[in-house]
C-alpha cells in the first residue's frame, strides 16, 4: 500500500488498517503469538496493548512497512448506548461468532475488517467534504477525528486531524462503489466542473470499458480517493 521507502513518522496512529476480534482475551493471545512469531513474519514493530478510542488494540508493522491494528471492542459493548453511537462501528461487524468453531491455533480470530485511516488538516473541513463531494457520513467521533462511512455498512474511514498533510501514492486509495457506470461518469463530470469549488489537488480522467467506470481523485489534504462501479 505505501509505495517506497520513505518513511511516515506519523504512523501507526495516522495510517494503519484495522481487523477486529471478538474478545478482549485474543489481544492479549495475538501479542504473545505474533511477539514468538516475530521474525517467521517479518514483523518490523509490534506496539503493546493500548486501550484507545473505546478498544483494547495492538499495533504492528509487517514487511511491506503497513501497519495493521486488531481491535477488540468487547468492553464497550457492555455498555447500553456501546453498540448505536457513531453510525454503529463499534457494533459486531458480523452476523455470528461462531462459538462452536475451533479456535484458532494462534489464539485470535479476526471476524471483519474494520476501518482504514487517512489524515485531515482539519477535522471539520473534512467532514464537509466528505459528505458534500464524496456524499459520506462524517461522524464527529471526537474534536480532531471524523469516522467516514456509508450508512447501509460497517465499515469505515477514520480522518484524523494531523498537522501536514502526507503525500501518498494513487495506490493508497478508499474506493466507493457506485450504483452504475453512468453515475460513475456523471460523478466524473460535475467533479471536472466544480473541482477548483470542491477543492480537488487531481481528478484523474475517466476509465470506461463498457462493463464498468472509474476515475480517481485528490482530495485538498493529498488523500486519494476512488469512485467505480
Ligand atoms: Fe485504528
Redesign the pocket.
Given at each position: 500500500m505505501h509505495e517506497g521507502a520513505q518513511s511516515y513518522p506519523d504512523r501507526p496512529r495516522h495510517h494503519?488498517f484495522?481487523v477486529r476480534v471478538e474478545h478482549r482475551a485474543e489481544i492479549d493471545a495475538a501479542w504473545e503469538y505474533l511477539t514468538a512469531h516475530r521474525d517467521e513474519y517479518g514483523l518490523r514493530q509490534i506496539d503493546p496493548q493500548v486501550v484507545r478510542h473505546g478498544s483494547y488494540?495492538i499495533h504492528l508493522q509487517e514487511p511491506g512497512t503497513n501497519f495493521w491494528?486488531i481491535?477488540c471492542y468487547e468492553d464497550v459493548l457492555r455498555k447500553d448506548s456501546g453498540e448505536e453511537r457513531l453510525g454503529g462501528v463499534r457494533s459486531r461487524h458480523w452476523d455470528h461468532a461462531d462459538e462452536d468453531a475451533p479456535a484458532s491455533a494462534r489464539g485470535y480470530t479476526p471476524l471483519a475488517f474494520t476501518?482504514g485511516?487517512l489524515g485531515a488538516t482539519d477535522a471539520d473541513a473534512y467532514g464537509h467534504f466528505v459528505e458534500a463531494v464524496l456524499g459520506l457520513e462524517a461522524h464527529r467521533a471526537y474534536a480532531a477525528v471524523r469516522y467516514i462511512k456509508h450508512p447501509a455498512t460497517k465499515h469505515f474511514v477514520?480522518a484524523l486531524q494531523v498537522p501536514e498533510p502526507q503525500s501518498f501514492s494513487p495506490n493508497f486509495r478508499f474506493t466507493i462503489g457506485l450504483e452504475s457506470a453512468q453515475a460513475v461518469e456523471d460523478a466524473h463530470a460535475e467533479l471536472a466542473a466544480r473541482r477548483s469549488e470542491v477543492g480537488l489537488t487531481d481528478l484523474g480522467s475517466l476509465e470506461a470499458d463498457g462493463a464498468g467506470a472509474s476515475f480517481i481523485l485528490r482530495d485538498v489534504n493529498g488523500n486519494w480517493w476512488e469512485l467505480a462501479a
Open positions: 494503519h484495522g488494540s491494528e481491535e476501518h485511516t477514520v
